[in-house]
């Protein structure tokens, strides 16, 4: 299985923030986001083969209870299933985080959600017509929303995004509690200046507001 990086942190966005958590970032996806905070899942994947026991043996080498399945989009992943049905039998809560195009029959207890918005199509002519076509499943995120809990996360860069965030909660008939709202971006200034105003969007409508701490704490860096 490609890892792009496995590092232990705390969870910097939804409703787990600030839970110690290991983090195992797969690498791929079918996706190409054109704002994605890490391109080296995507647009340039890397990353290292490692087999499960030596997944397992790193997370186990961590004193937490939470781990964190990342990308990449880890529902491609060729072993996503084993390794979770493993990290279950260790006793550990696992997040999954997910664009919601695919559906795999994971184990899971937070299943975390992402559905990329009309923001995040790239010019890029080699993928501006696949993103396009995928980023929005419908099917695939009511059988997630049915099977497992869930979070929906949504990434606002300007106020027009909040027109297809209100479209499709309703089409999936979401509980607003459960709907995330988080500023687009990986420097603290514009986050601060796009977190005010989508704060009295999440106060007008009744949606959470998630910060993302660990660019608060730590900049755009790789392994926090
Ligand atoms: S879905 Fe996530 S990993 Fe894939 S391109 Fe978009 S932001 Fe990057």
């Known amino acids: 299985m490609k890892i792009a990086e496995l590092f232990y942190s705390i969870q910097g966005e939804g409703s787990l923030l600030g839970?110690?958590?290991v983090f195992i970032r797969t690498s791929g996806c079918n996706l190409r986001c054109a704002w994605c905070d890490t391109p080296y899942t995507s647009w340039q994947p890397e990353g290292t083969d490692l087999d499960l026991s030596q997944i397992l043996d790193?997370?186990?080498a961590h004193p937490a209870r939470h781990?964190?399945?990342t990308g990449g989009e880890p529902m491609i992943a060729p072993e996503i299933i084993?390794?979770?049905e493993r990290l279950r039998e260790r006793g550990m809560h696992i997040t999954i985080e997910t664009a919601g195009t695919v559906f795999a029959?994971?184990?899971?207890?937070?299943?975390?959600?992402s559905p990329k918005?009309?923001?995040s199509t790239p010019v890029d002519p080699r993928w501006n017509r696949q993103h396009e076509r995928l980023r929005i499943q419908i099917?695939?995120?009511?059988?997630l929303m049915a099977r497992y809990a869930c979070q929906l996360k949504f990434v606002i860069a300007r106020p027009e995004d909040m027109e297809e965030v209100r479209a499709l909660v309703g089409a999936l008939q979401a509980d607003g509690g459960n709907v995330i709202l988080m500023p687009e971006g990986v420097d603290r200034g514009i986050l601060r200046e796009r977190g005010q105003w989508l704060a009295e969007v999440c106060k007008e409508e009744g949606y959470r507001f998630s910060p993302r701490l660990h660019v608060d704490l730590w900049g755009a860096k790789r392994g926090v």
């Open 139 to 143: 099917p695939v995120l009511s059988e």
């Open 117 to 119: 918005l009309a923001n």
């Open 105 to 113: 029959p994971v184990a899971c207890d937070l299943m975390s959600i």
């Open 19 to 21: 839970v110690p958590s």
């Open 58 to 60: 790193e997370v186990a």
């Open 67 to 69: 781990v964190v399945v």
């Open 82 to 84: 084993p390794l979770t």
